[in-house]
């Protein structure tokens, strides 16, 4: 993945955008820091494509967290499941 300016994209967008349609993907900065991410993907799945800003996304996970049953009683027990092989 390769950083690329704010000013790099519009001065070279044409080039980026075949780029992105060869797989390359791009973090975009501005003043330096990460404001946007470019990467390809399959134009039928426009659709499925839902992109959530990352505290949405934790919130989500935090309550799902909270309402959820463990299905093990701790973490002890957790960690031994997960090590377990089929």
Known sequence: MQFLSSKELRLR????????????RYIITYRGKPVALMLPFNSET??????????????DL?????????AEKDW???INESRRRP
């Open 62 to 70: 935090e309550y799902t967290l909270q309402v959820a049953e463990p």
């Open 46 to 59: 426009v659709e499925e494509i839902v992109p959530r800003a990352y505290e949405e996304a934790w919130a």
């Open 13 to 24: 967008a044409g080039e980026v955008i075949q780029k992105i349609k060869k797989g390359e």
């Open 76 to 78: 002890v027990e957790a």
